[in-house]
């Protein structure tokens, strides 16, 4: 409409504004650099991020960066980031400029069989990146929560997820699973050492993976955002990771043994009983951690209940799959509208560690999910990554038979857009 067109001209103008008074903007520079780093910067971002409060020097501010008065336009328009990628070229940025403003990572956790002719999460991802037109910055992975993690890091196929990682030449993102060893025990009796479904302490499968994603990050440098305790909101789903009582302390424990170094006396100091394992890793600066729910659970749910503390956090993700009924999509974003505000509060940015459409083969109309993608493309500066959750057929956009032309052209258009082109 022409009221919206004339507040997207309002914004940007009032962005133009401040680059062309740099000093005027270092304020609001310093606030989008704490959420979006330049790239070069990942490394000691995340050094920065994951000091322990009582670690950091007094002045310090995690991710924050003063910006120099002499700052070239192109330069500001590179250092506030995301978020105004697609408004920007509509109202006479250059698309160099445009590009610039782009932070939004994408991912896909792959259909192992989107390519018949290699079931593998290599072949699936491959099949994404030709059928979308776009290569994601992201090969994302669950922990097969069955498997002790020792010798390799496995995912639910029996796939080793670092050799897929280095296949594809791509970043990681981890979703960390850990169930108890059922029926015999619940979750909340892995707090006190119950073995968990791969039969050892969780206190050893955490650290098993915690040596994985050292030895990965050593060797490439990367910063792996890190899922933990996922929809803990849908009881059905996560039975709540056992509750507000037990879940921000298991949160914070396997932050501890995956962040590394003195784990132990760390734990000790936060009055948690000792490590249950005599393996140990060193300290990790690499590793983000994210903490998410999922959209449109019916339960309700106080997030605060199960919030562990700002420090323990670096993202709040919402996992959304846009219903096609049009007042329960109203709720839906009702609902992702609130837990912006909340991330807000809280100074944390977003992702979507989970999203795609609603997998109902009735009803594979592109709508419901467009509205999601505008969304995002709408709080891009409020965006760091999306992972869209392709693993099993009836989700997979992607694949062989071109089940879903519409959704997949849809996908392809999005992905191709200036706020997700840094990716590839």
Known sequence: STNSKDIQVAYVWSLTSLLVYPRSMQSVVRDSLALHPPQRREKRYAQEVHLRTDERPACRHAGARVVNSKQTRKEALKLLGGGLAATALGVGFSAEE??????????????????????????????????????????????????????????????????????????????????????????????????????????????????????????????????????????????????????????????????????????????????????????????LFVWNILVGATAQTNWSDYWPGAQWVDMCGADMFPSPDDADRKVQFAMLNRFDDFARKHRKPLCFPEFNWAALKEIDRPGPTRELLEWIVRHASRVQFTAQFETTRDFAVVQREDPHPELRKLYSNFYNKSVFREDS
């Open 98 to 287: 445009a590009e610039a403003l782009s932070r939004i990572k994408t991912g896909v956790f792959p259909y192992r069989l989107a390519n018949p002719n290699l079931p593998t999460l290599v072949g699936g991802f491959r099949a994404f990146t030709n059928g979308v037109k776009h290569k994601p910055f992201y090969f994302a992975a669950w922990t097969d929560f069955y498997k002790q993690q020792a010798g390799a890091l496995y995912d639910w196929y029996d796939q080793d997820i670092l050799k897929a990682a280095k296949t594809l030449d791509v970043h990681l993102f981890l979703s960390l699973e850990v169930r108890s060893k059922q029926p015999e025990y619940s979750f909340r009796d892995l707090w006190s050492g119950a073995p968990t479904a791969a039969g050892i302490d969780p206190d050893e499968y955490v650290m098993n993976v915690a040596q994985h994603l050292k030895s990965w990050t050593d060797r490439t440098g990367h910063v792996v955002p890190v899922r933990m305790l996922h929809e803990f909101n849908c009881p059905s789903l996560s039975n709540g990771w056992g509750g507000p009582e037990y879940m921000p302390r298991l949160w914070r424990r396997w932050a501890t043994i995956l962040r590394g170094g003195d784990v132990d006396s760390k734990l000790r100091a936060m009055e948690q009983p000792a490590l249950r394992t005599t393996k140990s890793v060193t300290r990790n600066d690499n590793l």
